[in-house]
């Protein structure tokens, strides 16, 4: 039988945990004007063969459409995306990155890698290894889902 207390113990340091990556990953995305939110967004709209629909990038976020719209908003701002008239539909958005926006991109795995890093750097490879598959079946439900965002 599981221990509630251990179990507790777990849970408050997972959290303490994501609230450490995201000031680490925050501190490595501010020199490129990007927030962690608008990051994710971006790397999101990069997996699409076409430029998706707001609603595509808020299901596949997991996010209300509302959202979608405030950081597509800021992203824009930036020129890193445009908002595109659907060819097949005037009435349909799509939103594509720009070239800037793929260099960002570039930007933005660099600072990934790095952040991932600062994380991770008390870990061996092999238990590196076995986080990765603890954290799969948290997150996805099982080792074989990985969520590409």
């Known amino acids: 039988m599981n221990n509630p207390d251990a179990d507790g113990m777990l849970a408050e340091q997972l959290l303490r945990l994501t609230r450490r990556i995201n000031r680490i990953q925050t501190r490595h ?3 490129i004007g990007i927030t962690p939110a ?15 629909r707001m609603a595509d990038l808020a299901k596949r976020l997991e996010v209300v459409p509302r959202a979608v719209t405030t950081l597509v908003d800021g992203l824009e701002a930036s020129e890193w995306v445009r908002r595109v008239p659907d060819p097949t539909n005037r009435r349909v958005i799509r939103i594509e990155l720009t070239d800037t926006g793929r260099d960002t991109l570039t930007s933005l795995r ?3 890698r790095s952040a991932a890093e600062s994380v991770l750097a ?3 490879a092999e238990q590196r290894d076995v986080l990765g598959g603890l954290l799969s079946a948290l997150v996805d439900g099982g080792p074989h889902h990985r969520h590409p965002c």
């Open 29 to 31: 995305l501010e020199p």
């Open 38 to 52: 608008q990051a994710r967004l971006l790397r999101a709209l990069s997996l699409y063969e076409q430029p998706p």
């Open 110 to 112: 660099a600072a990934r």
């Open 122 to 124: 008390p870990l061996t």
